[in-house]
């Protein structure tokens, strides 16, 4: 439901991934696997999760893609919500295009310009603390990656929602595992991540990021007035798309026509929910 | 004026509401007179500069007037990429506050000193750099801009005892103000080394130099068009200021003169050298860098006798 108790028509994953595919296509660009990853968490928060009347409604949840790489599948979600129109998607990586492979906050829908990682984390801490100041029920969602966990600027946002009880923040982390030139276990360890978390005093839920129901149960049985939240969300880098799935040349890599044609198959052959 | 500053914020943020502090845990006996009064709007992040300019974004985004406060280096450099795809790139009225441009920490050695915060804040587009000459005209300042659009950069001196009487504490957005007039030479400068430079023509004046002197207290956007009227009818022009020669003032009146094809020769005195390890006072660090006021004395002094040396 959205704030004013009309049901919001679910985001459809399928959908979801199938604009993912077409307009990586269609523009010829990569980080394709990052969008994929992340496809069924921006489906569940835009199926009512979110609480967002209109984009302009000062009173709405705010979203941040911290992982802005991300942001075909936030132009999707957009999209199939209705709160961005089909010519306009369409120009995705376009010339004088405000959807950039990064969000940009011109662009209604999107709250905040993000692509520099290690940054979302405190725009939602300051989003998060205003509201309480105002006494207004609103949340702030952060979707960060797991590379990004590497940026120290994270941590610092981390600490300070932890020490100001920030339960109005809702952190979810992609734990795809992978990052661009590699597997994080290589690159940066982020082993024992939700205990890493609990011992700066957040509120852990390790979840299945490709399993929409739980994702939203667990967010709806979020307490206020404790902890700040983190959904570490356990997910598949280049999810649905079987040659994609775990591979790291995936995160840049634009698609030939006939991988465009497999791919676009098999995720038309996925889940419907 | 850290203590006008602190205290004409207490008195601004009493009639609104939205304003509030954040300190990245600085501000030791200089932020009371708000955190006092204000301590549920008052909010020491820690030492967590990037973290406190996010959170400044994500409060100014729902219509806080959020200030930030740390010293000059810490403030501008290492939150720099925050105050980029921050409140430069979402227009946010964020107000950032550098304490000791220059070399007020001069004790506390070159980390401490603030020699590129101007050169560095103005190369964004939409962020207003201030640097007030005192504690009187930063009052005003801050009375003047504390609402106005989009983010702004106070550069504050650390001492509260600064004062240039003379300016009476005036204060126009994008325009220079007048000290001293006279035909024989230009001085400009920037900030807190106004009452160092007017001491300076004072003593020029003694020797037979009448210049002219204005205090340039807003740095960005660069105030072209105020700068190239006053740049008329000279053929010397000193620029005075505590930063590095590149980046601040002195560039900003070298890009005026070449573009607008004023006729005069521009000195630059600024710190050229780049850090040597040597801490030391206030005066000690702008002798040393050749910006106490016997330095600037003999720097126009010596641009006039070639002037006159030439034209004859």
Partial sequence: MNASGKPVQPVQPVALRRIILEQSKRANVGHIGSALSVADILAALYSGILRIERPDDPERDRFILSKGHAALALYAALHLRGLLDAETLDTY????????????????GVDFATGSLGHGLSIGAGAALGARLQGSSRRAFVLVSDAELGEGSLWEAVMFAAHHGLSNLVAIVDWNGQQALGYTEDVLSLRGLPDRFRSFGWDVHEIDGHDIDSIGRTVSGLPLGGPPHVLIARTTFGKGVSFMEGKIHWHYWPMSDEEYLRALAEVSAGRQT | ????????????????????????????????????????????????????????????????????YSIATFASLRAYEFIRNGPVAHRLKVRIVGVGGGFDYGPAGPTHHG??????????????????????????????????????????????????????????????????????????????????????????????????????????????????GRLEGFD?????????????????????????????????????????????SLPYLLKRHGLSRESIVAAAETAVEARKRSDS
């Fill in chain 1, 93 to 108: 990586c376009g010339d004088g295009s405000l959807l950039g492979v990064h969000p940009e906050p011109a662009l209604p």
């Fill in chain 2, 1 to 68: 004026m850290r203590a006008a500053f602190a205290s004409t914020l207490a008195e601004l943020a009493e009639r609104d509401e939205r304003i509030l502090l954040l300190t990245g845990d600085l501000g030791y006996k200089a932020l009371e007179p708000f955190s006092e009064r204000f301590p549920r709007r008052f909010f020491n992040v820690g030492v967590a500069e990037q973290n406190m300019v996010g959170l400044a974004t994500g409060l100014a985004e729902c219509g806080f007037l959020p200030f930030v």
């Fill in chain 2, 115 to 228: 020699l590129e915060d101007v050169g560095v804040l103005r190369l964004q587009p939409g962020l207003t750099v201030v640097a007030p000459a005192d504690s009187e005209q930063a009052r005003s300042i801050l009375r003047d801009t504390w609402d106005r659009p989009g983010p702004f950069y106070y550069r504050l001196s650390k001492d509260d005892r600064l004062s240039v009487p003379e300016l009476r504490g005036r204060f126009s957005l994008g325009r220079a103000e007048v000290l001293r007039r006279g035909p024989d030479i230009l001085l400009l400068v920037a900030g807190s080394l106004a009452s160092e430079a007017l001491a300076a023509s004072d003593a020029l004046k003694r020797i037979g130099i009448d210049a002219t002197l204005a205090v340039v207290s807003t740095l960005n956007p660069a105030p072209v068009d105020d700068l190239r």
């Fill in chain 2, 236 to 280: 010397d022009v000193v620029t005075i200021e505590d930063h590095y020669a590149a980046g601040g003032l002195g560039s900003i009146v070298a890009e005026i003169v070449a573009e607008s094809g004023a006729r005069c020769r521009l000195l630059r005195l600024g710190v050229k050298e780049g850090p040597d390890g040597l801490s030391g």
